[in-house]
Structure formats: structure tokens, C-alpha cells
């Protein structure tokens, strides 16, 4: 499975499959999408309002909160409301389009009825749980060539276009190394660093006690494909389930999404070839607040082999505690033949900046998006092109995962992506495809 960066080739590339997919029903220039929110609250709430924003219909609402819920169902008193989105793709039949923002462990089960039932889907980042259910949902999107995009939304703004257009440009020179790293360690740690690091929660094993579960949650439906376990309030509400491997994936997956998507972008990147995880012993339960992922990849086109390395919590690149760059909380930091490019969200900065005082930007060339949920929403319309759609989301999803599944095996892994196998670690096998509770099957 090849995924490109949003290049024009692509774009033609997506319109040309989407146009051999089976007919797609369209709502059409001029007229409402019919909207379903499947997680109404946190960055459902968000989803929902941006959603609605642009002049859609929300039609129905989906949440175990009973509280989100009758949060939305105020906003919106025309939606139909469900708790069980299985019961939603049941009996409701007359939409357009859905967007997925409940937990992580969940997306898969909540978006593959809609492709399946020929829908536009917007789902939040990370788009699965895992990388098999990753390409389940590749697949099942381009069979259903509906209009997908994953919640990545800075991939929307202007600087990380600029910043695509430098490196491929080659202000920088061809690239052979890319640092990532992110100031957030939220995760298994000392209860010191947690205090440090101002965690949200200080937690180091599962509890043995049960709690009852407040009386507006259905925490059965919470746990929908999870092993089932009691209540407690170390997982909920969100953000507090990220850090359990049973239903997030810690931080490499969860910010890995938006900075990795920006190598990503730039470099061309798809499938590594082998990945070597760090900062660990692993927990088997708990994702690490701090820990690196080092991710090798050949070369791609006229671009030469590289490597990515990821940096989360305490760890940063040498470049960063040696003081050689500034000390921006989170970046990114291309390493090219002819200088340096750090970029975070909002900015970049050529480096050293005295080589590069007097460099032009040759202009923008990448299309300005019209913002991220909008882009969604005008394909949904027209069959045109999203920026990341499952395919290119899917793979960056994957390649976070791998991290994650390099980290709990402490072994450094080869990629074997077409069989979704890593040669010589069999034990990688069971964080890359998970077993589901007894009545749940993501067929
Ligand atoms: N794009 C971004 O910048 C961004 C920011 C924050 C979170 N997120 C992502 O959004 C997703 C949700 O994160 P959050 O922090 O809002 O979590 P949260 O727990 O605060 O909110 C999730 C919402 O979905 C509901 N929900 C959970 N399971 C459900 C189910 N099975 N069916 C229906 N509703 C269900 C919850 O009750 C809640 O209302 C995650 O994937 C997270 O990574 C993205």
C-alpha cells in the first residue's frame, strides 16, 4: 500500500481511484451534508462545532456520556440521539456523512459501518488502534472512495506547506535526518516527574479496587472491543484512558500524528524498513511518558535514505541539549546536506540562520487549504481530493504504531508492511493486531 504526500500527482491519482470506486451518493453543490457525530464530547465538541459552523446538518448524535450527549442534544434538539453507535448504524439510515471522535480503541469499530455503508467519514487521530485495523481501514476507504480525512488539522496550515516547500525544494540540500520531539510526557513515570512534568494523572499500575462507574457512563459501551475491566477513575474522563495501551496509544501515537506528519509530508515517507525503540523497560499496561523511536527509511524518488527519530517527554536530540539549536518545547529538525530547517506548528527557521540571512522563499506552490474540516466537507460535495485521507493518514498511523510496537518488544524491528510482519520478532505480532472481547469483531 503506497501513500504519497498531497503532491498534484496525488491529487490526480486520488480523483482517478475515487472515480473507478463504486458510485458514492453526493450531496451536491448548494445543499446540507447530513451529519452523524459519533463522541460528542472533547474533540467531538470541536468536530461538531466546526461541523456545524459550515452550514451542515448535524442529524444525529452518539455518545456514552450521557452528559455529552445531552450537552449536544441542546445544541442540536433536531438530532436523533444514540448511545450505541452499532444501534445508530442500525437504525438510522438517512445521512451523508460521519465524524469519529471517541476514543482511540473505538475508531475502527465506529468508522469502518460508514465506509462499508458508502459514508464520508472524518475521524480523529490516531486513526485505529492498531496497524491491523489501520489497514483494514485503508482498505475498506478506498473500496468505498468516499471523501475521508483523518483530524490531523494542523497538516492544514500555512507553515507546514512552506516548510514542504523548502525541503523539497532543497533549500536545505537532499535530507538525511529528521529529530522530532514533543514536550509532553503524559504517561508512566516517577511520581516526581509526573509532578514535574505536570501530568494529569500519577499512575503506575492497574488498580486493584473497582470504583462504580458515575451514573451518566455506560463504561460497558466505553469499553466496547477492550478486555473488559472494572470502572476507575485513572481512566476517565479523557484525557486520562490515552496512557493505557488497552485503549490509546500514548503520546508517540496520539502527537506523533500531527509533528511526524510534517516529515512525513516533506520526505515522502511511507513504510520504514526497520524501527528501534528506547526508554524503556516497557509496561504492559501503561504507555511510557518518556521514550524514542528511531525509524530507518530507503531512498524515495530523487530523495537519499533517512532517518526519523522520534523524541517524547524528557528526551530530546542531541542538537537540542547540546544547545546548538533553540530550545523550542516541541520541533522538528531536518537535517540536509547544505543547513538545517527547525519548524514547529507556526514557524521555521532556516539554520544557521547567518548562512540562510539573506534566502528567499521562492513562493508558495502548495494550494492554501480552505481549513482542515472544510476541505473534508467540499469533497464530500464534489469527490474532490483531502489532504490527509485515510491512505496517507493510514500510513503515517502505521508508522507511529510501529514505534510504539518497537518500544514494547525492545527489540529493534524490520518491516515486512505487505504481510504487516516483522521477520525474526514474532512477539511484535500481538501489538499490531489485538484480540476483542467477546461480541465484538471489526468485520
Ligand atoms: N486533533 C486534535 O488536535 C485532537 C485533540 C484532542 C483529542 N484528539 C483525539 O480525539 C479523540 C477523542 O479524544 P478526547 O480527548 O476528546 O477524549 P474524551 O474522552 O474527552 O472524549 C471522547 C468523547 O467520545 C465519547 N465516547 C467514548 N467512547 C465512545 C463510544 N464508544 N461511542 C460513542 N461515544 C464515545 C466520550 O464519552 C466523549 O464524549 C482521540 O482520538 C484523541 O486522540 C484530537
Redesign the pocket.
Known sequence: MKSRPASRRHFLATILAASAAPAVVRAGAGKKLDVVI???????AGNMGEIAGAGENIVAL????QQ?LAAAARQFPGAKTFTD?RKLYDEFKSFDAVAV????H??AF?TLPALQRKKHVYC???LTHNIWECRKIREAAKQAGVATQM???IHATSNYRRVVELIQGGAIGPVTACHVWVGRAWGLQSQEAAKRNGDIVYVTGRPTEAQTPPPFLDWD??L?PAPERPFHEVYF???K??RWWDFGSGTMS?LGS?WNDLPFWALKLDAPLTIEASGGPAHAELAPATMSATYAYGPRGDMPACQLTWYQGEMRPAAWTDKKIPQWDSGALFIGEKGMLLADYDRYLLLPEEQFKDYQHAGPRIPESPGHHKEWLEACRSGGPTTCNFEYSGALTEANHLGNVAFRTGKKLVWDAAKMECPGTPEAARFIKREYRKGWALV
Open positions: 459519533i463522541g460528542c464530547g472533547g474533540r467531538g452518539c455518545d456514552v456520556n455529552n453507535f471522535s471517541t476514543a482511540e473505538t475508531h465506529a480523529e487521530k490516531p483530524g490531523t488539522q459501551l466505553f466496547g474522563p479523557g484525557p484512558w490515552y496520539d500531527h
